[in-house]
């Protein structure tokens, strides 16, 4: 019995005050309730919301050695979907783990180390692999089949190179209808050109043709409770082609698309970025499919490193330079000729957030000598030599080790009247954090804690309940995911008990502590007491119960279709 709290129940409906009552996993009762429950929680000045649903991570290796999935069950998440961007774990063809492990470690920016340490690949379907996770996850994780996964899988080293053949294309769908029937959710994949492998190559999901993407999505369409999702492009304005081929997915499967990533900026240039990206949505529904574009509660802060060179391979000419082994990097790096180079390439770019040198902060270096740079900007170490000259002698001197934070854009605020705009707007959900990614760069894992402590109460951008919708209900009901995202009787009791007065996000501090000494990105959670998982806490007081009663999400089981008219 949780008792005494104010219940905002995820609908977008006013908080008002009850108890809630749950009894094998559900909520039983929600009111004024007389009966003695045999653990009673006292939530007199707290919050209780129903458990924050993250629809986009990347939590396919790291559920493998951490079943909390820390740090977001910790900052009241209890749902998170992962198998995003077109890259998971399975299937798992003989070899394929050689490829597929380093491939993870360069895209979605996981210490190599780490994974060869803690994965041991002993599966090869998908549903030996989420036979795996069952009963061994705190929280509820659904995953996406990636086509990455599926393509190295039927063709294998020729997943990469070229296009596939129809009997290829015949097999791959095959392989994504076991996957489903055993669990996965849908498909997803990836066209961006951000997304190479550690080779160098573009990832297998890249070479695919048309025929070959609309077979599999069309495969997604006989099964139900199942979506798709995608990352489209790079390109700052989407071209009619990158459009054409998001809606027609849509239709092909008769299923939702969500795509990574709307960025929200202030000026009229992003502003028409934004509307040439949410044309595909319109354009879905007048061909009769669905297209939801994923976008932050926040403006997005980063740490680039030249090491892993994520983003920053993406620059004119900088790629060659960025794929070198380590040792031939560092003696590039010192070349007064590849300087020129690199920096021509960025000139022919135009601008870029991550590539204004002389705004970007020196976050956190490995040489105590370097220690005097930290918290500046690289313009100000500068003074008047050229920054990135400046950035990069510092950055050699760290063995490529410096983490580099570019300027915050986007907290101004014309740039949040656009992002209130989007997030109440039906073509956009809240999500995209990329938590159990990128480890050692994003700092969007703790969007929740974040939103509702500095947006909603500092701020006071929007309310309380609408907020806790968003991320909530809302992005529940586009998956689909069956009896979850609200405080209601008869649903699963994903439960999450806060004191709004401080709820938030802790300072972002780096740590090493993954398997083989690998570092990430964490923080704290403030103000979260207590977090409650199909009916039973993982968190009491703030502190881990050690309980594992998260379900793995299965399609079908625990997702209802939500059709769209095509």
Known sequence: M??????????????????????????????????????????????????FVDPHTHFDAQIMWDPMLAPSSLHGVTSVISGNCGFTLAPLAPGSADYLIPML???????????????????????????????????????????????????????????????????????????????????????????????????????????????????????????????????????????????????????????????????EEERATR???????????????????????????????????????????????MVLPHAEKVVALRDPGVRRKLAAGVERDGYRTYTDWATCTIGDVVAPELQQYVGRTVGEIAGVADPFDTLLDIVVADDLATGIEPKVIGEDAEAWKERLDLMRDDRVLVGGSDAGAHLDMMKTFAFSTRFLGHTVRDEQRLPLEEAVHLITDAPARLFGLRDRGRVAEGWWADLVVFDPETIDRGPVRMVHDLPADGQRLT????????????????????RPTGAMPGRVLRSGRDTDTVEVDA
């Not at 108890?19 to 003695?36: K, L, P, S, W, Y």
């Not at 999901?205 to 798709?228: K, M, N, Q, Y």
Request: aromatic share 4%.
């Open 275 to 321: 509307l040439s990206e949410l044309r595909a949505s319109d354009e879905a529904r007048e061909r009769g499919g669905r297209v939801i574009a994923l976008t932050l509660p926040e403006a997005m802060g980063s740490r680039l490193s030249f090491g892993d060179a994520i983003l920053y391979d993406t620059i004119t000419d900088w790629h060659d330079v």
């Open 2 to 51: 949780i008792r005494g709290g104010t219940v905002v129940d995820g609908t977008g409906g006013p908080a008002r005050r009850a108890d809630v009552g749950v009894h094998q996993g559900r909520i039983v009762a929600v009111g004024d309730v007389g009966e003695t429950g045999a653990q009673e929680i006292d939530a007199t000045g707290r919050i209780v919301a129903p458990g």
């Open 105 to 267: 470690a360069r895209v979605e920016g996981m210490p190599e180390a780490t994974l060869r340490a803690a994965i041991d690949p002993d599966w090869k379907t998908f549903g030996e692999w989420l036979d795996r996770i069952e009963g061994h996850t705190a929280v509820n994780a659904g995953f996406l089949v990636g086509h990455s996964a599926i393509r190295r899988y039927v063709l294998g080293a020729d997943a990469v190179g070229r296009t596939a053949t129809a009997d290829e294309i015949r097999q791959m769908v095959a392989v994504l209808h076991a996957s489903i029937e055993e669990g996965g959710l849908g498909l997803s994949t990836t066209r961006s050109t951000s997304h190479s492998d550690h080779n160098g190559d573009p990832v297998p999901s890249r070479f695919a043709d048309r025929d070959e993407i609309l077979s599999l999505c069309a495969a997604v369409g006989e099964h139900p409770g199942t979506w798709l999702e995608l990352v489209p492009s790079m390109d700052r304005v989407f071209s009619d082609e990158t459009i054409d081929v998001m809606v027609s997915m849509s239709v092909a499967a008769r299923r939702v698309l969500n795509w990574n990533l709307m960025v929200v900026r202030a000026g």
């Open 523 to 542: 923080a704290e959670a403030v103000g979260i007491d207590h977090v409650i998982v199909n009916g039973v806490p993982i968190l009491e007081q703030g």
